[in-house]
């Protein structure tokens, strides 16, 4: 699916606006901007300065072109040609209405209008609206360029066409569209998440626990619990062989006892803001805004890349959206030129991919290479079916020569060519570039295994067919510089 | 420190003294259990299974020797020699008042007894004891053995010197004592937990969403963020340039606002109950109880060596545990035998290092040679404080042969011999074992360079001294089979 060439417009920056644009343009749409914040520039610059940083290490593959950036002083020019508007203005009910009733005098009265509100509900947006229709909830949240959720609601008043048609824009972005079943003040997640605020006010207030407590208390426990389950498949668990049904009838009487004070809401008078700030200030004020982005940044990157590699969780959303924007070919057939060295790589390298030496560590070249031959074993048969049917490839010897250095987010790019591909030996050598820049070479001798035995075994038609096909074709292409050398022989 | 050899007792197995169990005697401690279920003995040995699939592999060094589990019949016996117990028996004060009466029939006087309560104050567990100062509440997370997070409240009544004691102990064990500052029922994270169930249970019974999209809420979106930061960390960046103070004025009015139903409690009737389980054996049903820990174990291996990576958060944490454990030698006049291989790494294979093929992936192979490799540059003087002056050596060139394949959980080493050392260049050679079986060689070769020209560059005397030192004593040692050879020259 290519999601190029279309147009989006974002109606007010800051850091929601500002990633909401990230997002579009990284993958690939155009971007038209109108916030009257002489400051938009600069500071939408920074969010997509910051996605730029992370979001396409979050892809084993390569994302699509960048698309064009534009800021707009006429909301008429913002919204020309966009078949999707996003607004993030502030959490004022009357500024929403005067900000639709422009929007509706200029825009395509078949775009989407998805507001980013917090709290309020489609039929509030909807209220006096030219094409109440039109407008709906897409809320996400922050960064959204890293985090796939965004609760997307409708009124009575949004026919189910538009609705899907949200969801499929958001999913080809990345996104997770949730599509709430009722409306109601806050949707879902800041509904939990307003709970929590209550409840952590009065624990300050009262002097139980100060914020960094209880950050800790949240992310040496059940915070780690639910970047990958939620409340209920954890709670299934804590319910052991008994089950749900169990762990309701043991949890139940907590309904009753008094554990929490959210009966009562605390007042957020001065001295409890500056309880909090002060607090705050000592937790993280030796950290600045930017530092405390990045960390927070790189963490979610390694969160998200772990668990792509599980295939769980956000993690499984991450891996649909390779599939999507995936570029390589697919089968052998499409590769353009098999008498050339194939491509079978191409990705930014992830922000938690770099070491203490300020680059990529050099077990990532092989994590490289390996993702490389993955993908010429995929290419010549050997691919997911064929290797649960009891076959495989394993390496059997590596040498790599690292030749320069890469830093995070730099793009990288693999070809490889068949040195020997007959009976149970497969011999390949890949080059890793970015751009033109030789980064390393990787020689591998793979050996064909059933998995079974554990033992070397000849590989099925099905594979030794394709791989014969690679190999006379690149029999022609010249002893690669640097192959079948021992270390140290340059 | 070494905390070997001490015993703990475990009142009460289920899944929580189970998980307490297994952490003990993991970290080296002997653990007698007390729990009249005759089922005690298959469920704590379940958990202590999990434990030992998943625990050993967040560590990069090796755990203590594990301590000798034994169960008993008869609570003095369970006690005896016991500096610390654990009491996780069901959440009844009246019982919990009945096994202290009996434990401190027979303990040491001096010994902890620590409480697995979610919701009792250490007040009222000591009513009516006769050692009120022994009794303290420990409350920990499930699963116990990979969260580190364990609440610690005491009451007058403790003493500073238990409590620090208490902290201690956790502490060694590789937890987090999180010291409450005050007693309220349920202590800090459950009121979080239950503000935000009490709510879920709204949305569930109001048909606004149900178990599976509630998670997917939670874990597609703020789950993440809390994984790392917690509430006050998060919001502090949501806040902008503004800071702290601004997020509180603007979030601030949302108090009033109707986002919450907390102010009233669901009535968890047989229809609720029907209506929650049906939903999450929609969502869950489709896994066992056992796939689904070995999953959720799984995923928090990989967040955590994910966040350990990025030394943040609970990551941080296990690196603190790793320096307090480690027993390889951490100066060249510690290491044995000079004039032999060094051994360089000990370690359990983690879950997350496990590829289709079912072994461990060929990339972990490298970052296992490039730890050993780190490992014996600071043995060498190269250590972060001398990178962090300039220097450093990169990789330039790597050769591994795979002769072995290693599963999840298995115990692996690494001994290095240095083939040269002089000048800018370092040649080593790594031989990977699990026991006496060799699962791989790895020669590589480093250069030294300068980090602010990234150039080749001599070492300093403080680097070129001990590794002259080093490279005298191995030079008798034989050439490695091997070592020197291209690929495919067996």
Redesign the interface.
Known sequence: MTIAAQTAAIIGG??IGGGWAARFLLMGWNVQVFDPDTEARRKIGEVIDNARRALPGLSDVALPEEGRLSFHADLADAVAGAVYIQESVPERLDLKHAVYADLQAYCDPDAIIGSSTS?FTPSQLQQGAARPGQIVVTHP??PVYL???V?VVGSPANDTALMDRTSEILTALGL?P?R???E???H??????????????W?VK????T????????????????????????Y???G??A???HF??Q??P?????????????D?DDAL?EK??D???A??GHMT?RA??Q??D???V??????K??D???GA?LNAQDRRIDRLPAALDAVPDLAAPIPTLSRAVPV?WVD???HM???????TF?AATDRFMALVGCD?AY?EGGS?Y?????????LG?VRAGEGIGVETQVLKGEGKKL?IFHWMRAGDRLLATG???LIHVN?GT?RASEPEANVAGPLARVAAAHAALPWPEGA??????R
């Open positions: 800051g850091v709290g949240f922050n985090l796939p959720l609760e997770y949730l709430v079943r009722g109601i003040d806050a879902i997640a800041d509904r939990l998440l307003e709970a929590v605020w209550r409840e952590a006010l624990l009262d002097g139980i626990a914020t960094e407590e209880i950050d800790n208390a949240i992310r040496y426990g059940f915070g780690l619990r639910w970047a990958q389950m939620g409340l209920f498949e954890t299934r668990i804590a052991g062989e089950g749900m049904r309701l009838a949890f139940g907590a309904l009753a006892w008094p554990w929490t004070k959210l009966m009562d809401v605390p957020l803001i909090l700030s607090q705050s200030d937790q993280s805004l405390l982005e960390a927070r790189d963490n979610l390694t969160i998200l890349r772990g668990l590699a599980r769980y969780g956000a959303l938690d203490y030496n300020g560590n050099e077990a990532r070249y092989l994590e390996g997911a290797i495989s394993f390496t059997a010897e590596t040498h790599i020569r690292h250095e011999h020689e591998q001798m998995l554990r079948g050398a021992a270390i140290g022989a």
